[in-house]
């Protein structure tokens, strides 16, 4: 080892030399001098670790030379005592004299002059090769690295690696080799070459050849911008149906529909002027159309989507406007044409005469009845109430002045009519408004709570004088609605009705009505906040009374909405009625009791499961292990019980074991027993390659047989870790085989070059390598 | 009024030709097939115990050596062709599908110390007590002709092995030194020697051709690379290595058959740690080779049997035996990964199946199907103590036997002392080593 490091310090020393020989041109300075004295001193050492390495470890005497101011008697050199002698310090007066040119140069000679490097020792060099050489081979080898790991995770190895490529020989190949003997294929032959059709590859007449390169280069780069540009274009306009397609705003989409529609219709009226029977055949169609929709029940809400929307539509306001709109669709497209305007003259100036000719609510009726809705002639979201009470005012009017003048009706019949216009006519209101819906109810059993029944009160004390029980009601009504506060704060069991009441949201099947639950909101809660409504009601009658109930009505609503924010209801009723039925369950289910009790009197099960899982307790408990030994250090004897103390010194508490598995649960016995008969085909330890039982379990637990599997799982649950040929034999793994490239080089060409100069070329790598 | 009427679609249930199979709709709702893995354990089982029932292995011996059979070598290019020489100096070629002797020469005098064939198959080397180095034809010579070798290269020294590289004209002679020799050649392009014991064996890396491995009578193992000139580094073990064996699918993986009774797969970039040591052997280890596929190696000892080890695991898979068979000096695997040779010291060759129970000959679709299953049930409950205890059950010679049991005795008095000492003393002061560890005594570089 010494030997070694010897060696060691030798190149550290060495590589020092070099690098002080660098600065070697230019001229002398101290440190440079300092560095040359450096340098011998180094040599010095130089010198002593040579001669240290034949092992025998010399101290040399250091040598008195010259004299000195400090000499100690333990024969201490000058060196490391503050004086030191520089070089420098001599050379310095060599300088300044000129006759002193040949000892400078002399001393200039001495500095460049540098010792020899001495060879390395064989077995070093040897040492130093035999280590780079195998770094660079386990280098080289480590490429095999991902290859050998991929191999050893591979689900499957299929032996042997290199894959046989099937040689097709192409056609041309074939031909060549082959010669046409028969007459027949000579003179299949002689038909191709005179044809000059090709044998070989490419198979291209030269017809064909000339075609293909007939097309110029202008015409191929103007078709080729043709082609651009369409392709383009196409992909704009894809992008922009994309993009249009992608806005979610429903406003942008309503108004690309009005547009589109409007349009149609411009195009409509062109065709028109333009073409007359191609117009009537649109109509036709339109017509068409028309009638289709009416046989079909396609928008009339009663669909599985409608029914599903109309259940959600108490709480969704967009499932609300979207059956809506589904309505409104069924209407358009139901709705009559109406052709010009002149002809909708016509048909005003025909009512005005049906009018004159005929009572209005005949007409009222029949337009009821079968012609164009009135209803559904305007929008649906806004006309409609204004209308129908509008509606409702003309037609009152002179149905009242009708009934009071019966006499002067030619008809007989009249007062009944009239009595079903006025039926008829309710029963829009109800449809019109879900209010309605109550309001009858509501009349019969006296309890006047809704404020909207209010407007419908109002409404009917203008036809009172047509029915008389109405009549009656009607100034109940209003007597009622003046007294109900305080009735209501009286008798609050007034509200029990209110479960009736809650089912109105249900009944609404119309549009009208569902049209009334949007824009009122929570119909149901709009009875809730009722003392203050009525409060305001009571208020307000005085002078709205006579006035238009439709304003009235749209205030009370606002105010609802107002008030169904601020107060809170209630607390419900209804629940006295599911009580009654919840008790009259206990009590069958007590009676089953007992009857069971009855049956089981002798037997105590429940007991004896009880006793059982106690005991199962106690023995599965850890028990305490008593050491004593009675007589042991004290009198011993029949009768004679060891004292307490002994006992409670050698008695050992078992620790308390884990908790039982069934502690928390009262009417099971968990026996945590091992099965030994099970235990002996169970595994015991967790296997290597598997981290947590679980994970073990799932393995066996999935089966592999194909009894559970299909076929393709099975296979492929089954395939064999290694597959090999028969008869094939398995060459070992080749670089070109893993796609590596293999060293170009032969390995014995690369051994058939002189090993020497290889060694020699190696050599001051070698040495590079080794210092660093 | 529309008619509704049962219609099927004939393909769903007509054959398209009469070798089709017919379609059997089946139904696999878990609870139609209850007890899935009770019943695949009792599949695995009985594959298990089928497996140890057909576990035949022994398929010939091929006799007419006169002496003990010293090396074997296969045919680069042909299955069936296998070579052998003795310890009298005669080498055969056998023909393996007839298990008759085709060729017999007498190569040398005294041992044949190693045989080897070029890669391509035309031609054969051996090397012998009488130092020589004789390259041979792999075709008998025509009528009338003599049996001589092509080459004869006469030598200084004894050489003890021989191996070809495996893809030039190169080959290398052990003995003092490694020799690398060109076959055109009579002296060796090059010599590389690190001390001066004898080497016993010297092997071609097949992946990396350039690399060489020697073991030598110094209780060491060196690698050289070839392109170098140079020995790269060496491994000494606590006994000797007889031979070493390249994977020849993990380039840098080698398993050294190692005097004291155990096998050591390396990694030849840290060789430091072996990768695996492989014991069961109750004697000396005298020769290992590798199956193609690189998945196992197949070891022969001089306790009387061969063993078959996967490179991953630390024991054997299975171990072979017979009572004629007498100390096992050489063993190969073939190349196509089916069968093992060995040749042993009362002058037979033996041939061997390397899966025991496997069936030779063509198997149907079914029967291919059912061993697939088979095999991937007993993996599956491969550790179930049953299937376990059968799986792993061996009949062993009484030879064997005791020396197995002597030898656990002997390793836990020696563990039994480990642990007491370490018990037993200060601290840190004396440190468990690990089993792979313990028989490295050094790496020199």
């Known amino acids: 080892m010494s030997t070694v490091r010897a060696a060691e310090s030798l190149l550290a020393l060495s590589r020092q030399e070099e690098l002080e020989d660098l600065p070697k041109d230019y001229p002398l300075s101290p440190s440079e001098d300092e560095g040359d004295i450096d340098g011998e001193r180094k040599h010095q050492k130089l010198l002593e670790a040579i001669s240290s390495l034949d092992g025998k470890n010399r101290w040399k005497l250091a040598e008195r030379s010259e004299a000195s101011l400090k000499v100690s008697e333990f024969n201490v050199t000058s060196e490391g005592s503050g004086e030191k002698l520089v070089l420098s310090d001599l050379l310095g007066p060599v300088k300044t004299s000129s006759s002193l040119a040949a000892v400078k140069k002399q001393l200039n000679r001495v500095r460049s002059k540098k010792t020899l490097e001495l060879p390395l020792n064989n077995e070093e060099v040897e040492r130093i090769h035999r280590e780079v050489a195998f770094n660079k081979t386990s280098q080289a080898l480590s490429k095999w690295e991902p290859i050998i790991l991929k191999n050893r995770q591979a689900e499957q190895l299929v032996f042997p690696l290199e894959k046989e490529q099937s040689a097709f020989a192409p056609i041309e190949h074939v031909l060549s080799g082959w010669k046409a003997r028969t007459p027949l294929e000579h003179e299949v032959f002689n038909i191709l070459h005179k044809n000059k059709q090709p044998v070989t590859d490419p198979l291209l007449t030269p017809v064909e050849k000339a075609s293909l390169k007939a097309m110029s280069l202008e015409e191929a780069k103007m078709r080729r911008a043709e082609l651009q540009r369409a392709r383009a274009l196409q992909s704009y306009y894809e992008a922009r149906a994309r993009r249009e397609k992608k806005i979610k705003s429903k406003k942008y989409h309503k108004v690309l529909k009005k547009e589109k529609a409007k349009k149609a219709l411009k195009d409509f009226e062109k065709l028109q002027k333009v073409n007359p029977t191609a117009a009537l055949e649109e109509l036709e169609k339109i017509e068409k159309a028309r009638m289709m929709e009416r046989m079909s029940l396609k928008h009339q809400n009663s669909g599985k989507w409608a029914k599903a929307k109309a259940i959600m539509a108490k709480y969704d306001l967009e499932a609300r406007q979207a059956m809506q709109e589904q309505l409104a669709r069924n209407k358009e497209l139901t709705q009559k044409l109406q052709a010009a305007s002149d002809s909708e003259e016509e048909k005003g100036s025909v009512e005005e005469e049906g009018e004159l000719l005929v009572p209005d609510t005949v007409n009222e009726i029949q337009r009821d009845a079968d012609g164009p809705n009135p209803w559904m002639l305007r929008n649906p979201f806004s006309g409609p109430k204004e209308a129908k009470v509008q509606d409702a005012e003309q037609l009152l009017e002179p149905v009242a002045h009708e009934a009071s003048e019966s006499k002067e009706e030619e008809r007989p019949g009249a007062k009944e009519d009239i009595l079903l216009n006025t039926f008829e006519e309710r029963r829009a209101l109800r449809k019109k408004s879900g209010l309605s819906q109550d309001a009858e109810p509501l009349r019969k059993q006296e309890s006047e709570d809704s404020s909207s029944q209010e407007v419908l009160s109002e409404l009917r004390a203008l036809s009172q004088k047509l029915n008389k029980a109405n009549q009656q009601s009607g100034k109940q009504n209003m007597t009622s609605l003046r007294t109900v506060l305080p009735v209501q704060r009286e008798e609050p069991t007034e509200a029990e009705e209110e479960p009736l009441l809650m089912q109105r949201p249900e009944r609404a099947h119309t549009m009208e009505e569902l049209e009334e639950l949007g824009k009122e909101g929570c119909f149901q809660n709009k009875e809730v906040p009722r003392p203050v409504v009525e409060g305001q009601q009571l208020e307000r009658n005085p002078h709205n009374l006579p006035g238009a109930p439709k304003e009235k009505k749209r205030k009370e609503q606002m105010i609802d909405l107002q008030n169904l924010l601020t107060t809170k209801s209630p607390s419900v009723k209804s629940l006295a009625v599911p009580t009654t039925v919840e008790e009259l369950e206990d009590e069958e289910e007590r009676h089953q009791k007992q009857m069971i009790k009855e049956a089981f009197a002798g037997d105590d099960v429940i007991r004896d499961f009880l006793k059982e899982k106690r005991e199962a307790v106690e023995a599965s408990k850890p028990k305490d292990v008593d050491l004593t030994l009675p007589g042991w250090g004290e009198w011993g004897g029949v009768g004679l019980k060891p004292s307490a103390k002994k006992r409670r010194r050698f008695l050992i508490k078992a620790p308390e074991g884990p908790p039982r598995k069934d502690k928390n649960l009262p009417n099971v016995i968990i026996n945590e027993k091992r099965n030994v008969h099970a235990a002996a085909h169970q595994v015991r330890v967790l296997p290597y390659p598997f981290t947590h039982h679980q994970q073990f379990e799932r393995t066996i637990q999935t089966p592999i047989g194909s009894t559970w599997n299909t076929q393709r799982a099975f296979q492929k649950l089954t395939t064999p870790r290694v597959v090999t040929k028969p008869g094939h034999i398995i060459k070992p793994i080749k670089a070109e085989d893993v796609g590596y490239r293999s060293s170009s080089r032969s390995d014995l060409s690369v051994v058939q070059r002189n090993p020497k100069q290889l060694s020699t070329r190696h050599k001051k790598q070698l040495k590079k390598n080794s210092v660093n | ?445």
């Not at chain 2, 099927?8 to 899935?36: A, G, S």
């Not at chain 2, 576990?55 to 007419?64: I, N, Q």
């Not at chain 2, 008759?100 to 110390?113: L, P, W």
């Not at chain 2, 002058?347 to 079914?366: D, H, P, Q």
Request: hydrophobic fraction near 35%; charged fraction near 30%; aromatic fraction near 8%.
């Open chain 2, 1 to 445: 009024m529309k008619v509704k009427m049962l219609s099927r679609n004939p393909d769903n249930y007509v054959r398209e030709t009469k070798l089709d199979l017919q379609r059997v709709p089946r139904n696999y709702d878990p609870t139609l097939h209850p007890f899935e893995v009770p019943r695949e354990y009792v599949r695995a089982l009985n594959a298990t115990k089928l497996e140890r029932v057909f576990a035949k292995p022994f398929l010939a011996s091929l006799d007419g050596h006169r002496d003990g059979v010293n090396c074997l070598a296969k045919h680069p290019k042909s299955l069936a062709t296998v070579l052998s020489g003795a310890c009298d100096g005669e080498v055969r070629i056998w023909n393996l599908t007839k298990r008759k002797c085709i060729r017999t020469i007498q190569a040398h005098e005294g041992f044949v110390r190693g045989i080897c064939t070029r890669f391509c198959g035309t031609s054969f080397f051996t090397v012998g007590d009488d130092k020589t180095v004789k390259q041979w034809k792999m075709d008998g010579p025509g009528y009338g002709e003599e049996e001589e070798p092509l080459h004869t290269i006469l030598g200084k020294t004894v050489y003890t092995g021989i191996d070809h590289h495996w893809k030039e004209a190169v080959f290398a002679t052990c003995g003092q030194q490694v020799d690398i020799w060109d076959e055109q050649r009579t002296s060796p392009i090059c010599s590389m020697t690190w001390g001066f014991d004898s080497i016993s064996s010297v092997k071609f890396n097949p992946i990396e051709t350039f690399l060489l491995g020697s073991c030598a009578s110094d209780r060491n193992i060196v690698l050289y690379d070839m392109r170098q000139a140079t020995p790269l580094k060496k491994v000494i073990l606590d006994m000797r290595t007889n031979t070493i064996c390249w994977n020849p699918m993990e380039a840098f993986i080698f398993t050294a058959a190692n005097e004291d009774y155990n096998l050591y797969t390396f990694d030849m970039r840290a060789l430091d740690t072996p990768v695996m040591v492989h014991m069961d052997h109750v004697s000396a280890v005298l020769d290992v080779d590798y199956s193609p596929t690189g998945k196992e190696f197949v070891s022969a000892s001089f306790d009387k049997s061969i063993r078959i080890f996967p490179v991953d695991k630390s024991r054997s898979r299975e171990v072979y035996h017979t009572k004629r068979m007498q100390h096992v000096i050489c063993v190969k695997w073939t190349s196509d990964s089916k069968y093992i040779m060995c040749g042993s010291d009362e002058m037979n060759i033996r041939l061997w199946k390397a899966n025991a129970s496997e069936k030779l000959g063509v198997l149907t679709s079914r029967e291919k199907a059912a061993k697939d299953y088979n095999q991937k049930l007993k993996e599956k409950f491969q550790h179930h103590p049953h299937i376990k205890r059968i799986a792993r059950h061996r009949h062993l010679p009484k030879s064997i036997y005791s020396q197995i049991q002597e030898q656990r005795i002997m390793k836990e008095a020696r563990r039994r002392k480990e642990v007491n000492r370490l018990k037993h003393s200060k601290p840190g002061s004396v440190s468990i080593v690990p089993e792979k560890k313990k028989h490295i005594v050094a790496v020199v570089k």
